[in-house]
């Protein structure tokens, strides 16, 4: 038979939300994971460029592109902290995959559901090489939509099965506890930072908010914790003290974009930082010991959509979970394009 040129898979969210529990929640994250894994791996091989954004007051738009050489992908995702009063998510997002030989699209999929659990699973898959061994405490500072995928894909990769909630809003803290309250973990609800610090031996700060602010100070984070600071990822937009940082070792993922968009903005462009891929292929040192204090500086990178993308085309035809979209123009005749519009405006033939 022949292929369907004008047809693009298409996933939906509500497939995707179908997807995510067909496969399971957690053995989604650990799969996906796995492909990020596979793709920081060979790190050398990707078109690399720091993602396009178009800044605004009230948030951010950004185009973030990458291929392999074989298949290209990219991803339109937005961050507007304001939208959750209005009833609107903080971030969304939808991705294209495309095949490089002949430019054609091979997949367009919702992102919004896959950007919370791609930055899950690399957060997870950052700790897995740089956390405490054998780490159960993560605290959880910004209990909204990122946090209970951040929270099982620490517990599905590192074993992470306690708990500690904060938010200045108690309700979302409340939420998070509610939503997660099947998965087995130890949840406790903190009333300030300093509360929820106590124990921890990682930290997860995911707070949404246009602006420098200080989530964390110095005097809260003790030796050998680990860092995941996933909020800060715009310029102007940071979680941390820069004191914290100061005494970190500090891993990121594409220095000339984190450098604008990290937490790491806040110091000289030439302070030294590692490269998480270096640190997969062994390259580089990840912990060196057990007082380090390490920060994955996270902003999130196109390769980690790349793999995502990759992850959920892998599993369209075993699932059929997809809908096919017709996308693309295709004449009989390819240079008869303006044939084929006049003919659809013709009554079909008897
Ligand atoms: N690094 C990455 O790859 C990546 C990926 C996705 C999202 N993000 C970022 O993560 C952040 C969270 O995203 P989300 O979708 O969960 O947003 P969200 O709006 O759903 O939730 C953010 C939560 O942070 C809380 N908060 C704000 N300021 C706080 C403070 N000072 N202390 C404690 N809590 C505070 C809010 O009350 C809210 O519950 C955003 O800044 C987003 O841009 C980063």
Redesign the pocket.
Known sequence: MLPKLNVVPFVSVDSMMKLVNTVGVERFLVELAGFVEADFKRWESFDKTPRVASHSAEGVIELMPTSDGEVYGFKYVN?H?KN?REGR???TAFGVLADVGTGYPVLLTEMTIL??LR?AA?SALAAKYLAPKGARTMAI???????EFQALAFKALLGVDRLRL????SS?SRRCARNLADFGFEVTICST?EEVMLGAEIVTT????KQN?T?LTDNMVGPGIHINA?????PG?TELHADILRRSGIFVEYPPQTRVEGEIQQLPVDYPVTELWQVMTGAAEGRVNSRQITLFD???FAI?DFSALRYVREQLARTGLYEELDLLADPDEPRDLFGMLLRANQPAAA
């Not at 995911?206 to 908010?209: I, K, L, N, W, Y």
């Open positions: 961050g902290p959750t998510q903080t971030v950007t919370a930055t690399t500072i910004g209990n909204g939509a990122q946090s904060h938010d200045i809003d979302a930072v995911v707070t949404a908010d602010a989530i996933v909020g800060g990822d715009c937009k996270s902003v999130g980690e």
